[in-house]
């Protein structure tokens, strides 16, 4: 038999393993962020274009007949340039690479900017082919964060480039 | 290195004192601390029975999964909501408990030689318990669940892994699909499926597993359990919304800890955290150790093919073959890789009692470090050397308390490499030569280093295994201290006490007949 001692001790320490399991379990609460703060989140996933060069009247008449496309387009695809403002401010300058051995694939980026709620002047501009100077997507908007929101910055060909969300 | 040795040892008497502490409560065999690996099974069992009732009502589906798991503890409280916080408190005691295992076998050294096989298979199962366990918490979809994914996909997304960033599947509330449920429960099945594959692997080289604490410790562990489950039920935190960031949350620190902690640092120290641990992990059994001690030599002219050393061996060293010389019987054989050099299977085999005449004692299964007859021959010179009123032999265990001042000239002290490798006749041969009393220290049950030494033991000098100490030994006069290395004190006071108990013994009528090898070969 156990002695009295024994089985309060064993109760006692019983009690203090599922304690503390069910403390920490919840507690102590976390807040990841501050609930005054907004997120914005830049994600965009593109192809860059293609670099291509056209090819002058004498490359192309040396080319085979079934062969003389006007445009000299590498499998490679561009690096892709993109600004952030917030208010006039620069708060994000970035060259995206295409992804894959041949630098075949989209380039991407991902970034949080955490913000006090409020409103801003949020400016992004993209070129998806350096190869031409300044911006071929430029999007430019007053935006309003209310605590807690998170608003998406992204990029989708088919609903005109650039929009936020 | 020598930081290393210093913070293992430092670790390990803490660890000790803990389980000394808890022996005061729970007696041996119920000490969780010593079946650190079997209550982490147990739990496991718990998740995964509360897991199947869990998977049976959840319904796929964004608002779906929320619904089914979240009113769990609404609609039914007592039965659901009882399964649902067994699940996920089972879990964390899971983690706690694996966590504490890891750590024990570390400061106590265990884990190179015949242990690496062990060590090296425990590694993945950490990485496997807490991928299940994160993704459990997305299954539910709530804010946590919100947190949870896009903390790790980010986290993810820092290694060169995908192509384009696994964060972007949680930008919208529409960037979902309902088929993202389906894959995580895939995935919570299938990754505890994988952990208890790894867990076969883990105890695969080890013979008598402890696969389940004593009955005790699990009623009492799954009643602490329910009683948790009542008390504070595990509620879901509200719904996900990917427009929205997540609120303040309750938070499981046991499964989720690595969230705060990569707000807290950056994914690139989390990683680095990461990878360097289980590096570690992986790389302590290659740092240089003690040599191996020799491992158990089998005689095939004295093995009888009996079996009872394969049925002792902790560690699952020993198979039987067909005896080269004597067709018919089988051998044994030991795999020196695998072997502990714990020296149970000398102390198993039939062969090993002092009472054959030869002048040299070859048993069939032996330790080339304490032979046998080594062992004999220690006996026998002690035994004419012992002098006084109560002539006591001490056979201790070289893992347990120092006994080696406790010898005198009434007391003589042999070492032994487990106490497990005794054969039990050694002492009624003591008894029967010329000592009053054997005192015999092992490891505290559930603490023996070789896992089975103390527990072989017991059951051998109560006739409960064989080879059996013979019921006409008198049990007055044998006495069995379980000790830690702590206990140097505690085991002079047992010794005093044995002592004095057979100085005050009314009769000595209990005296076995005395018996001398050579003088009853030469009579
Ligand atoms: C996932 C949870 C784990 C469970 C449920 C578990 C379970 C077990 C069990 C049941 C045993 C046999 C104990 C016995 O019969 O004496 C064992 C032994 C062992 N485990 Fe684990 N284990 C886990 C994780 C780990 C980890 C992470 C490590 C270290 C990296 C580890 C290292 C060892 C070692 C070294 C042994 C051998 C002990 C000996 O030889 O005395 N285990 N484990
Ligand atoms: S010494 Fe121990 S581990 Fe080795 S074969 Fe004998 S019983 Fe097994
Ligand atoms: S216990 Fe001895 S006799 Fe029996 S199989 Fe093992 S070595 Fe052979």
Not at chain 1, 9 to 28: C, D, E, K
Not at chain 2, 245 to 265: C, K, N, Q, R
Not at chain 2, 314 to 325: D, G, L, N, R, T
Not at chain 2, 372 to 400: D, H, K, M, P, Y
Request: proline share 6%; hydrophobic share 45%.
């Amino acid at each position: 038999m156990l002695k009295p001692v024994a089985i309060v001790g064993q109760v006692i320490l019983y009690g203090a393993f599922a304690a503390f399991i069910g403390y920490f379990a919840t507690s102590p609460k976390y807040r990841q962020v501050a609930d005054d703060i907004a997120l914005i989140k830049l994600s965009i996933s593109h192809l860059g274009d293609r670099e291509c060069r056209k090819r002058t009247p004498e490359e192309l008449a040396k080319l085979p007949p079934n062969m003389r496309a006007p445009m000299d387009c590498p499998r490679e695809r561009s690096d892709i340039r993109l600004e952030v403002d917030l208010d006039g401010q620069a708060a994000f300058r970035t060259t995206m690479h295409p992804t894959g051995l041949y630098k075949d694939g989209v380039s991407t980026v991902y970034k949080r900017f955490e913000l006090k709620a409020g409103t801003y002047q949020l400016a992004v501009r993209m070129n998806d082919n350096l190869i031409k100077p300044g911006f071929n997507f430029v999007k430019e908007a007053q935006i309003k964060l209310a605590p807690g929101q998170v608003m998406v910055i992204d990029f989708n060909p088919d609903r005109g480039g650039l929009f936020f969300k | 290195m020598r930081l290393h040795a210093a913070l293992r040892t430092g670790v390990k008497r803490v660890f000790l004192g803990c389980e000394e502490v808890l022996d005061a409560f729970f007696r041996g065999e119920d000490n969780p601390l010593r079946h650190l690996g079997a209550m982490g099974l147990y739990l496991l069992w718990i998740v995964v029975g509360s897991g199947l009732y869990l998977y049976a009502v959840l319904d796929t589906g964004i608002d779906a999964v929320y619904r089914s798991i979240g009113d769990l503890a609404l609609q039914q409280r007592y039965f659901g909501g009882i399964l649902r916080s067994l699940h996920r408190y089972a879990s964390d005691g899971f983690m706690l408990v694996m966590l504490l295992h890891l750590l024990r076998e570390w400061c106590y050294g265990r884990y190179f030689g015949f242990r690496l096989y062990s060590w090296v298979t425990g590694v993945p199962l950490l990485w496997l318990a807490y991928i299940a366990g994160i993704g459990g918490y997305w299954i539910v979809w709530d804010q946590l669940a919100q947190l949870s994914a896009i903390a790790t996909t980010e986290l993810l997304d820092w290694l060169p892994i995908f192509s384009e960033p696994s964060a972007r599947n949680f930008l919208t509330p529409d960037s979902l699909s309902d088929r993202f449920f389906t894959m995580l429960v895939f995935i919570h099945l299938g990754v505890p499926l994988l952990l208890i594959l790894g867990l076969w692997a883990h105890v695969h080289r080890i013979g008598h597993v402890d696969y389940l604490p004593s009955r005790r410790v699990m009623l009492a562990t799954l009643a602490a359990l329910i009683a948790l489950s009542l008390f504070a039920p595990a509620l879901s935190n509200p719904p996900a919304n990917l427009a929205t960031t997540p609120g303040e949350l309750g938070m499981d620190w046991f499964i989720l800890f690595v969230h705060p902690l990569t707000d807290l640092t950056s994914p690139a120290i989390v990683w680095a955290l990461l990878f360097g641990l289980t590096a570690l992990l992986f790389a302590l059994p290659v740092l240089p150790h003690p040599r191996p001690q020799p491992a158990a030599v089998v005689d095939a002219a004295n093995c009888t093919g009996c079996d009872r050393c394969l049925a002792d061996c902790p560690y699952a060293a020993i198979a039987m073959q067909a005896h080269p010389q004597r067709p018919g019987l089988k051998l044994a054989v030991v795999d020196p890789d695998l072997c502990a050099s714990c020296g149970i299977c000398a102390g198993s085999c039939p062969s090993s009692t002092p009472f054959r005449r030869q002048e040299m004692l070859v048993t069939g299964i032996d330790m080339p470090q304490q032979p046998v007859n080594a062992l004999r021959e220690q006996l026998e010179q002690a035994l004419a050397r012992l002098a006084g009123r109560t002539r006591i032999v001490v056979f201790s265990c070289a893992r347990g308390a120092d006994a080696a001042l406790l010898g005198a000239t009434d007391t003589a002290v042999i070492p032994l490499l487990c106490a497990g490798m005794l054969p039990p006749a050694f002492v009624e041969y003591a008894l029967r030569g010329g000592a009053d009393g054997v005192l015999l220290t092992s490891c505290r049950s559930g603490g023996c280093d070789f896992r089975l030494g103390e527990r072989w033991t017991g059951d051998r000098l109560q006739g409960r295994r064989e080879p059996h100490l013979r019921r006409t030994v008198p049990a007055s006069r044998v006495l069995l201290v379980a000790t830690t290395v702590h206990d140097r004190s505690a085991l002079a006071d047992s010794l005093a006490s044995f002592r004095s108990r057979l100085e005050s013994k009314a009769d000595a009528s209990d005296r076995l007949p005395p018996y001398h090898r050579k003088a009853s070969r030469h009579a």
